[in-house]
């Protein structure tokens, strides 16, 4: 008598288990996709920042010997 009690109490708590793991799983893969993509983005944004450092220091050194000259 116990055991017909324990089992579909058993099966459901399996059922539920699963439910959340199958759940968390797609939250941890949609995360692991969004932040793959930000990787991305940044490491283009960075190249971005270093061309932009690279034409300032270039400026810098022009402006230097503009100044230098007058």
Excluded: D
């Amino acid at each position: 008598m116990a055991n017909e009690i324990i089992i579909p109490v058993a099966e459901n708590l399996v059922s539920w288990l699963t439910g959340i793991i199958a759940a968390l799983g797609g939250v941890i893969l949609l995360y692991l996709i969004f932040q793959s993509i930000m990787v991305y983005i940044n490491r283009k944004k960075e190249k971005g920042i270093e061309n932009i450092n690279k034409k300032l220091t270039r400026i810098e050194e022009l402006l230097k010997q503009l100044v230098k000259k007058s």
